[in-house]
């Protein structure tokens, strides 16, 4: 299985802040790369896929980059509707992993 | 727009059965452009894909190793649904249980695009 490993595991930051959240891959996986955002007691929701094609209806201030093994997703200037967990997942090679998660708090 | 739904119960004995149905409407469970999965989420595990179903001239199916001697995932076309079993279960399959469509966008993109709401399943006696 491909390990796949987010740093931080929680941020914590202020509304206007710009915020980097990182994903590495185990091997390379090429772009092959998705990113979710997650709000409590509710289903994931695709922002990204394959490392930087923003999903319609997601705003622009979310953007993703990076191919191989490091990604990064970035939120340019945080919303208050900003605040939640993220995922990255990779879909290059069964069984499709995910991170651990980013919890992103109000500072 | 496509919509998946969940059901099944919320409460299932050690040893016995975990049953859940997915039933999608706004696509066709038969399509060739995506496959159908059930992934959970628990604090210990967080989220772990179990498997999925799709057509290609026929019914495949993958399984995670972890789980892959006690899953079902079954297709029903008539119904234009999917469902999980998974047999078994002990207090460590108790998780939030998801169906999700994964699809296959353009160049060999795979990606999650439609979530069910969850289902969070607790095993105990």
């Known amino acids: 299985d491909i390990l796949m490993t987010q740093s931080p595991s929680s941020l914590a930051a202020s509304v206007g802040d710009r915020v980097t959240i990182t994903c590495r891959s185990g091997q390379s996986i090429r772009n092959y790369l998705n990113w979710y955002q997650q709000k409590p007691g509710k289903a994931p929701k695709l922002l990204i896929a394959?490392?930087?094609s923003l999903q319609s209806g997601v705003p622009s201030r979310f953007s993703g980059s990076g191919s191989g093994t490091e990604f990064t997703l970035t939120i340019s200037s945080l919303e208050p509707e900003d605040f939640a967990t993220y995922y990255c997942?990779?879909?290059?090679?069964?069984?499709?992993?995910f991170g651990q998660g980013t919890k992103l708090e109000i500072k | 727009q496509v919509q998946l739904q969940q059901s099944g119960p919320g409460l299932v004995k050690p040893s016995q059965t975990l049953s859940l149905t997915c039933a999608i409407s706004g696509d066709t469970i038969s399509t060739t452009t995506a496959s159908w999965s059930w992934i959970r989420q628990s604090p210990s595990r967080g989220l772990e894909w179990l498997g999925d179903t799709y057509y290609r001239s026929k019914w495949n199916y993958d399984f995670a190793l972890s789980v892959k001697s006690r899953i079902t995932i079954s297709p029903d076309t008539s119904k234009n649904q999917f469902s999980l079993q998974l047999n078994s279960v002990t207090p460590e399959d108790t998780a939030v249980y998801y169906c999700?469509?994964?699809?296959?966008?353009?160049?060999?993109?795979?990606?999650?695009?439609?979530w069910g709401q969850g289902s969070l399943v607790t095993v105990s006696s």
């Open positions: 997942q990779q879909s290059y090679s069964l069984p499709v992993t």
């Open positions: 394959g490392a930087s």
């Open positions: 999700a469509r994964l699809t296959y966008g353009s160049g060999l993109l795979k990606y999650f695009d439609h």
